[in-house]
Nanobody, 121 residues
Framework: VQLQASGGGLVQAGGSLRLSCTAS????????LGWFRRAPGKEREFVAV????????NYAESVKGRFTISRDNAKNMVYLQMNSLKAEDTADYYC???????????????WGQGTQVTVSS
C-alpha cells in the first residue's frame, strides 16, 4: 500500500481544513488507516485511526470532538476533517496504514509523505 497525503495549508484559528490521503494497492480495504502529526520540535503523535471497514474510530484527546476521520474504500481514500482549528494543531500531518494498526505508530507498515498544516492565531 502506498499513501499520499494532501490538503494542508494555512488557516486561521477557528477555521477548518480537510486532509485527504490517496492509497494505491489492492490491500487498502483490509488495512486500518491512521493520521499522525509532528509539530516543530516535538515528537510524532497519534491523531486518529479508522478500522478497515469504517465501523470503528479512535481519536487523541486533544482532537476529540473537533476532528473526524472517514474512509471511502471504493475510492481508496481516507479523510481527516479538521474543525475549530487551534494554533497548537500546526504540524506536518501523515497518513499511515497497517493491518493490525491502531493508536501506536509502531504497528503501521506504510507511511505517506506529510502535508503541512499551519494555523494562525
Amino acid at each position: 500500500v502506498q499513501l499520499q497525503a494532501s490538503g494542508g495549508g494555512l488557516v486561521q484559528a477557528g477555521g477548518s481544513l480537510r486532509l485527504s490521503c490517496t492509497a494505491s494497492g489492492r490491500a487498502f480495504s483490509s488495512h486500518n488507516l491512521g493520521w499522525f502529526r509532528r509539530a516543530p520540535g516535538k515528537e510524532r503523535e497519534f491523531v486518529a485511526v479508522i478500522n478497515w471497514s469504517g465501523s470503528s474510530t479512535n481519536y487523541a484527546e486533544s482532537v476529540k470532538g473537533r476532528f473526524t476521520i472517514s474512509r471511502d474504500n471504493a475510492k481508496n481514500m481516507v479523510y481527516l476533517q479538521m474543525n475549530s482549528l487551534k494554533a497548537e494543531d500546526t504540524a506536518d500531518y501523515y497518513c499511515a496504514g497497517g493491518r493490525a494498526a491502531w493508536r501506536s505508530a509502531a504497528l503501521y507498515d506504510h507511511w505517506g509523505q506529510g502535508t503541512q498544516v499551519t494555523v494562525s492565531s
